[in-house]
Structures are given as structure tokens and as C-alpha cells.
């Protein structure tokens, strides 16, 4: 039974912590059982842990072995600890969970201090932003398949790095990133999206998301407008609240961001936020029309914007579409990339191409926070890159995803046609739908989780600041690229039964 920790040294310091007090009325027994309990409690002392034997703690501590054997037998009668004779004293595997006092249960802990506004508003900054947790299963939203994911070959450039790593191992005095990562990924996005860049334009960040938080930080001051479409992508929103930003829902029709009604409601504002080859959730891809009509808003106003180019390589109907940034003259398009669809989101690798003058404050800015990212993460990826590896992921992965979205596509209209209308497939891993029928999306969640199938409704991506124009048809946002076509079939009956008629 029992981790076989070595843990005398390890409960001693906490014990030592509030030394006992011989000169209370309590018993020195009570208030060692007192304080093991309360170790126990808080989790300093965790579930298996051995404790020290009786005579070493009394040594440890200086009081008499009964006064230890005492503390200890009532902690075991209690059921905190476990443990016979000759194999040592545990702390229980499993606590009763009414032996946990309230007080220690997982519920936010009174500060002594408050935060600052500013430190409140960051850690409020993500509360909206959800994740399905518990096994992957259908229809979890934008998540790569891993099952299709070379393991092995990463293993293997994983293996070398470490094999050949004493160079990589300690600061790197380029927060900008590694360079031959940013010389591929700038190959890379020249080729396939058409963004017009160089390596020194490119700062490899922890994710998109510290990506835009980097820039609002840098580009906004507290009061500045920021157009953000709505419904839209919920993580974007956090950083610029944080940053003071106003934030300004745009409404999204079947060519993007509504820029007629943003310049009118919100002439001044300075950073847009878009998602313009594959909007998140409604799927629609911003028109050409849009896009020049964005740039050209941007260059006269002297604003930014913000492209975040998540999941453009899955395009399923023709080639992947050229970027916004590849379009601009004026230098105001930041273009956002991630690795978490392509590759998987645990690796934590996204990048910035900046504008010219903007690449050098960013990989400062970046250093205030964790210096760089983690130089073998990069090493490993460029390797993935430089051997074709990641080429030939995507190839694979568009293939797959391909089948999936048609096997989603088929099942939702062999069993729900007339009740489920689907937007915009051509793109992306997701797939929104909208109800032909006046039905609660809180409700069809619910039941949906019940009936064994994740699914997320689309007001979830509706901004709060957002007023009646940006309100969206209900419905749901489907995931389909982690899932196999059987998976996917399987989830479309568990929708369906969701979706009956109580
Ligand atoms: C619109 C959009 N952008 C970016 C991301 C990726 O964020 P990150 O790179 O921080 O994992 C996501 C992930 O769901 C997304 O939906």
C-alpha cells in the first residue's frame, strides 16, 4: 500500500512551521493531532504519504514517543491515517469527503489583500471562456484528431533533441524565437497563405492567446474601442477587456464582420478583431469586398487589425484562401497563427507576424512575461517542418477531415434534415447548425450531455456587451475532426435522441 515516500524531513518542516506550544493548556498529543490534521486537510500532506515513525518524529520534535503514538492513533480512528504494524503509518488513500471541512473545500479562498482593478480584471479575464473537460467525445469543438498524430516521429525528434540538447538548455537570448523555426514558418505561411513576411517579422509566443494578449497590451490604451465580431471568438475578447480596451460586437452576416454597421456605431475605433478565412463559430469566410473595405478603413483611420488565421488549413473545396495580411499595403494587419489545430493544443506554439517596427517591441514584450518559449519545443518543431513531417500531417489530416465533415454532413441529413440547417462546411473543424424549430439551446445542451455527445450553443459565443443586432439564430457549434466517420455516425443518433421531443 502507499507511495513509498520518504516523508519524516517533508512532515517535520510543516510541523516546524508552527512549533508546538508547551506552555498552552492543550495537550501537546492534541495539538500535534490538530496540526497533522490540518496538513492532511490542506493538502500539504497528500492521499498514500508515509508518515515518519513514531520514534523519529518524536526525536524530530522533542516531545516523548506517547505523545506522538497518541496523536497518531487518533488520526487513525478518525480514518486520516492508515497503516499496521512493521509497514508504517499512511495517510489514508480516499478521506471521507465530509471528513474535509468546509473551509478547505475547493471554493475561492478570502484574500487578506484584494487585487488591484488591474489584477481583478485579468483574473476575471477568462471566466466566459469555456472547455469541455472529462474523455474526448463526439462533438467536441475545435479539436484536432489526434489519432491521426505522428507520435513516434515526434518521439523521435523529441529523443534527439534531448540526446543533443546542452545548447538548449539554458536562456535564449532571442525572445523573438528560434530562428530556423521562424525562417520554415515564414516559407511555410509565404507558400500556403500567402502572407508576405520575413523570419524577422515572426515571434513564436506561448499560443495565439498570449499572442493577442501581448499585442493588446502593447497597442491599446485603457478606453480605446475594439471591434470584435459577435458572435465571435471568446478568448480574443478576454485580452483586450483586460488590457481597458471597449469592446464593440460587431455583428457577422454571410461575408464576415458587418463593417457598415461597426464604422457607423464605432467610427474611432483603433484595433479590429477578425477572423476573416473562417469565422469562429458561423463558418462564413469574409468576402473580398470585406476585405478591402477593412484595409482601407484601417489605413485611413490609422487602426489595426488583428487577423487570427486559426484552422485556415482545412479548406475542403479548393485550395486554402489567401490571407487578409498577404493583401495589405498600409502595414496594419497583425497576422495571428496557432499550432494547437494543425499540430495539438498542449504544445503551446503560436506566432505573430508583426509589421515592420512591431516585431522587436512584441519579442520584448514577451520577454517581461516568460522570457521565450521553451527552445526544445521549437528545436522539435522545426525538425517536424525541415523533414516534410508537418506537410505531410496536414496533407493527411485534410484528407481525413475531409471524410468527416462529409460523414457529419450525411448522418445530420439522414436523421435530422428539416429540423437542424447547417451553415457554411467548406472550412475549418467545426460545423454550426441552427434550428428549424423554436428550441432551448440551454436545453439541447443539457440533454445532449446526457445522451452521451458534447455540444456547444451559439450564444455562448455572443458577446455580454452584445445588443439585439448581434443576435444569432440558436443553434449549435459541432466538432467533427476529432472523431471518426463511425464516432461521428454514432454521435448524430445520441443528437437525435437529444433532440426529440420529451
Ligand atoms: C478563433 C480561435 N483562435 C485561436 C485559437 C487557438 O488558441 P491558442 O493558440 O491559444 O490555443 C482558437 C482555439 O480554439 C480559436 O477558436
Known sequence: ???????????????????????????????????????????????????????????????????????????????????????????????????????????????????????????????RVRHHDGPLRAFRMSMPGLDLFPFETWRKL??????????????????????????????????????RCSPEQIVITSGSQQALYLLAQLLLAPGDDVWIESPGYQGAAAPFAVAGARICPVPVDAEGMDLDYAQARYPDARLAFATPSHQLPLGVTMSLRRRLALLQWAAAHRAWIVEDDYDSEYRYTGPPLASLQGLDRAGCVIYVGTLSKVLFPGLRLGYVVAPPGLAQPLARAKAVVDRHSPPIAQAVLADFIGEGHFARHIRRTREAYGERRAALLEALDARLAGRLDCGPSDAGLDLCVHFTQDRDEADVVRRAAQAGVDVRNLSYYTHPAAGPDCAVAPGLLLGFSAFTPAQIRDGVLRLEQALARP
Open 158 to 195: 523529441e529523443a534527439r533533441h534531448w540526446r543533443h540538447s546542452t545548447g538548449r538548455l539554458g536562456y535564449s537570448d532571442d525572445g523573438s524565437g528560434y530562428a530556423p523555426l521562424r525562417e520554415l514558418l515564414c516559407a511555410y505561411l509565404k507558400a500556403s497563405r500567402g502572407v
Open 1 to 127: 500500500m502507499g507511495v513509498p515516500i520518504r516523508a519524516a524531513m517533508h512532515v517535520h518542516d510543516i510541523l516546524a512551521a508552527t512549533p508546538l506550544d508547551r506552555a498552552s493548556g492543550t495537550p501537546l498529543f492534541r495539538q500535534l493531532y490538530q496540526q497533522l490534521k490540518e496538513a492532511i486537510l490542506s493538502g500539504q500532506v497528500g492521499p498514500s504519504v508515509r508518515l515518519p515513525a513514531t520514534r523519529e518524529l518524536s526525536r524530530l520534535l522533542a516531545v516523548s514517543r506517547q505523545t506522538v503514538l497518541a496523536a497518531y492513533e487518533q488520526l487513525m480512528a478518525e480514518g486520516y491515517l492508515q497503516g499496521t504494524v512493521g509497514k508504517g503509518t499512511f495517510v489514508s488513500e480516499s478521506l471521507p469527503a465530509a471528513a474535509v471541512p468546509e473551509s478547505t473545500q475547493a471554493r475561492p479562498q478570502a484574500l487578506v489583500r484584494p487585487l488591484s482593478a488591474r489584477g481583478q480584471a485579468i483574473a476575471e479575464g477568462m471566466a
